[in-house]
């Protein structure tokens, strides 16, 4: 199974600062990689898919790069209405598989 | 409107069953791979089970196969997960998820999830 990591697990930020994200797999996944905001007691929502493209109706705040094993999100200005936890998804091979979770608290 | 809405989440005693439902509207469903998801309390995403949009190509975690049993009823817009064998670490929320049109990969649409709690 291909294993993602994230770093850091929890991060605490500013309205207004930029943020970033990191997501490691444990081979490469080409730019097979979604992230996911899940907002306390809500089910995830999509952000970015294929690395890098933004889901229809996400704020443009949002940006994602990165190919092979390592990848970023970007938030590059923290909103209050962010407050979430962030999951990395590799969809290159099953089982798919999740990174454990980035908790961001807004300062 | 498109939505996905989980039903038949409950408490359970190990070694028991249920069969988890998803009710899709708002988009042509046979159109969409389909997926269900699930979250431990407190915990991270664990993907659990795929099947296509015809039905009849099915994908699942290590940890569920020969327990779980996805499946659909395109003419209903129903997507099904059957657990069985239960164990107290399959508690958790079950999402359903939808792919993209066309394609397995990851997942556009999320219902609210039903709890499943599995305890003497």
């Known amino acids: 199974d291909i294993q993602m990591t994230q770093s850091p697990s929890t991060l605490s930020a500013s309205v207004g600062d930029r943020v970033t994200i990191t997501c490691r797999a444990s081979?490469?996944?080409?730019?097979?990689l979604a992230w996911y905001q899940q907002k306390p007691g809500k089910a995830p929502k999509l952000l970015i898919y294929?690395?890098?493209a933004l889901e229809s109706g996400v704020p443009s705040r949002f940006s994602g790069s990165g190919s092979g094993t390592e990848f970023t999100l970007i938030i590059s200005s923290l909103q209050s209405d962010d407050l979430a936890t962030y999951y990395c998804?590799?969809?290159?091979?099953?089982?798919?598989?999740f990174g454990q979770g980035t908790k961001l608290a807004i300062k | 409107e498109v939505k996905l809405l989980e039903s038949g989440g409950g408490l359970v005693q190990p070694g028991g069953s249920l069969r988890l439902s998803c009710a899709a509207s708002?988009?042509?469903?046979?159109?969409?791979?389909m997926n269900w998801v699930r979250q431990a309390p407190g915990k991270g995403l664990e993907w659990v089970s795929l099947?296509?949009?015809?039905?009849?190509?099915?994908y699942c975690a290590d940890s569920v196969k020969d327990r779980f049993t996805i499946s659909r009823d395109n003419a209903k817009n129903m997507l099904y997960l059957q657990v069985s064998s239960l164990r107290v670490e399959d508690t958790a929320v079950y999402f359903c998820?939808?792919?993209?049109?066309?394609?397995?990969?990851?997942?556009?649409?999320w219902g609210r999830g039903t709890l499943v709690t599995v305890s003497s």
């Open positions: 998804q590799q969809y290159n091979s099953f089982p798919y598989t």
């Open positions: 081979q490469s996944i080409s730019s097979w």
């Open positions: 708002g988009f042509t469903f046979s159109s969409h791979a």
């Open positions: 998820a939808r792919a993209p049109i066309g394609s397995y990969y990851y997942f556009d649409l």
């Open positions: 099947i296509s949009g015809s039905g009849s190509g099915t």
């Open positions: 294929k690395a890098s």
